[in-house]
C-alpha cells in the first residue's frame, strides 16, 4: 500500500525573516534548509540545494524506528512574478534528486507543478514499507535531500532571499508512516537560503598569453617549471563604471609539485558597464609558477587559485590546467594545445597512462566516444539508456540496442546511441536492421560530417550556402549553380561540401597548405584532437 502525505515547502523572493512560531529553548527540532549560492551571472542555471537535518528527540525521525520513518514532503518555492527567474519547463528537470540520500531510494515524484515566473510546487511521497530515507546523524545542515533548479535570464546584480513560508496553507509539513506531522514551527526550523549575482562575472582567463622573459614561452598552456602570467577577465554588470583589483590567494594542486604565487595583485582599471577587462589593460597581473617534478603528479594536472575582488563579490576559485600531459605530445607537436584541451574537458584520457597516440587513426567505435563526450560535456552526461529516433534504447546487459554490431553491454553503447539520439549519425546501415560498422576507419570527409551536424545542431542546419560568417567573415556556396569552393579536391556534388565548408568558415578546420582538405584520408587522433576542441568550443582556462 502506498499512501500520498505531503506538506508545503514555500519560499519567496523577500528578505529573510525569523520564524514565526518557532520553538525557543532546548526542545529539539528537526530542521529543513534551503542553501545559499553564488551564481557565476545574472544568466544561466543554478542550482540551489536542499538539506534536511533529522534530529534525535522529535517526533519523527531515524530514532522512532522503521515505522516512524519520514514517508513524505513536499515544497512550494514562490519567486515571482518575476520574469528574470523561472524553473525548467520539463516537470522531472525542477528537482534533482542525483548526489543526495533520495537517489535511489524507493519513491515517487507526485507532482511538480509550476506557474511561469512565479511558482513550482515538489510533492515527494514514499511506499510505506520503505520509509522516506534512512537519514543520518549529520551535522548541520543535515544530509543533502535534493537540489532546486533555477534558470536565470537577465537578472540584475544582487542577492534574491529564499524564504521559507512558515504559515498558512503553504507551510513547511513533514509526515511518517504513523501519520505523525511535523509542521513548521512545531517540530520543524526552516532556514532561508538566497542567490547571489554579482556586480564582476567571471569569463575566463589567459594563461601565459606572452613570454615572460625566459621564464615561459607564451604558447598560451601553463607547463610544469614555468613562471606566467595570468589574465583573468570579468565582466561589469551593473549600470555603472566599477573599478576592480584582485587578489590571488590558496595556490595549490596535486601532490608532489610546488606552487608559488610570484605576484598575488591584479588590477583591472575602470570597467564600463557591460564592459570586460583583464589586467592587461594595466599591465598588472597575476605571476605563478608549478614546479616540474621528476615524476608528473598525476596525467590530467589541475592547480587551483582563489581570487577575492575589491568590490565585495563572492571570491572565486579559478581552476589551471597544467600541460605536457602526454609524452608523446610535445609542446612543439602541431596538435599539442588541441589536444590538452580535449583532456582538460573530460572528452580523452589518452590511449595507455601517459601516452596519447596521436598518429594512429581513429575507428568509429573510438570517434563516438569522443564525440558524444564532447556533445553531453563529459562522459558522466551521456545516458545509458532513452529514445533515438522515436525507438528506445537501454545499454545494459539484457537492454536494447539499435544496431546489429553493437551489444547493449558494450561499455560504449551509450555513446553510440547518444550521437544517434542527437542526430550526428545514422549508422553505416541506416535502416533497419541497423549497422554502426564499429570498427571502420573514419575518413575527413566522414568526420566532417559529424562534426558539423552536432555543430548546427542536425543535418538540416548545415547550409548549401552560407556567409559570411560574422567572425570570420568567410563564406561559401556548395550550390552548383553558384559555386563559392574554398577546398581544391572537394566539389559540390560531394555528400560532404556542405559540412566541410561549414567548419571551415567557422574556423573549426583549415585543411592543408595547399587548399586541399584531403576527404578519403583517414583521421589521426591528433587531428580528431582539432576537429572536437575548436568544434565544441573547448578551452582550458573558463570561469
Partial sequence: ????????????????????????????????????????SGTGTVYVPLFFQDNTGTAIGRDKGSTLRISGVGFKVVYGANACIDTPALESGRVLLSGGVLAGQTADVDSRLKVANTSQSWIYSSAETHGLVPFTAAAGPGDRIGTMVFNLTGCAPGTINLVVTVAGGGAALVTSDSNTSQPAGSGLTVVNGAINVPTAQASGAL??????????????????????????????????????????????GPAGATYTLNDSTASYGSIAAGATNNC????????????????????????T???????????????????????????????????????????????????????????RLQMGIFIARAQ?????????????????????????????????????CRHVHYMFATGVTTGCVSTPPRQYCPSD?????????????????????????YGPD??????????????????????????????????????????FPDGSF??????????????????????LYKP
Fill in 280 to 303: 592587461a589593460t594595466t599591465g598588472d597581473c597575476y605571476e605563478m609558477t608549478a614546479s616540474n617534478p621528476v615524476t608528473r603528479p598525476v596525467t590530467h594536472w589541475d592547480a
Fill in 441 to 465: 576507419n573514419v575518413t575527413r570527409g566522414q568526420m566532417a560530417l559529424f562534426i558539423a551536424r552536432a555543430v548546427a545542431g542536425s543535418d538540416a542546419a548545415v547550409p548549401l550556402t
Fill in 518 to 539: 584531403g576527404p578519403g584520408l583517414f583521421v589521426t587522433r591528433g587531428a580528431m584532437a582539432k576537429f572536437l576542441a575548436n568544434g565544441f568550443n573547448l578551452i
Fill in 1 to 40: 500500500m502506498r499512501v500520498l502525505r505531503i506538506g508545503f515547502l514555500a519560499v519567496a523572493l523577500a528578505a529573510a525573516l525569523p520564524l514565526s512560531g518557532a520553538t525557543n529553548g532546548p526542545v529539539p527540532t528537526d530542521v529543513l534548509t534551503v542553501g545559499t549560492v553564488n551564481a557565476p
Fill in 470 to 511: 560574422p567572425v570570420t567573415g568567410r563564406s561559401y556556396s556548395c550550390n552548383a549553380g553558384t559555386p563559392n569552393l574554398h577546398f581544391t579536391d572537394i566539389t559540390t556534388s560531394d555528400i560532404f561540401c556542405r559540412h566541410t565548408h561549414y567548419l571551415w568558415a567557422k574556423d573549426v578546420i583549415s585543411g
Fill in 207 to 252: 594563461v601565459d598569453p606572452v613570454a615572460n622573459g625566459g621564464l615561459s614561452d607564451g604558447n598560451g598552456v601553463f607547463e610544469p617549471g614555468e613562471r606566467v602570467f595570468v589574465r583573468p577577465s570579468w565582466k561589469n554588470a551593473g549600470g555603472g563604471p566599477l573599478g576592480l583589483s584582485g587578489t590571488a590567494s590558496l595556490f595549490t
Fill in 305 to 363: 587559485f582563489t581570487e577575492t575582488l575589491s568590490d565585495g563579490d563572492p571570491a572565486l576559485v579559478r581552476k589551471l590546467h597544467i600541460g605536457q600531459s602526454f609524452t608523446d605530445v610535445p609542446k612543439n607537436h602541431t596538435f599539442y594545445s588541441f589536444v590538452e584541451r580535449l583532456l582538460h574537458n573530460g572528452v580523452t584520457t589518452g590511449c595507455a597512462g601517459t601516452t596519447y597516440c596521436p598518429d594512429d587513426t581513429v575507428f
Fill in 376 to 412: 553531453a560535456g563529459g562522459d558522466a552526461n551521456v545516458p545509458v539508456s532513452g529514445s533515438a529516433q522515436g525507438n528506445p534504447y537501454s545499454c545494459v546487459g539484457g537492454g536494447i540496442s539499435l544496431f546489429t554490431d553493437i551489444d547493449p553491454s558494450n561499455p560504449f
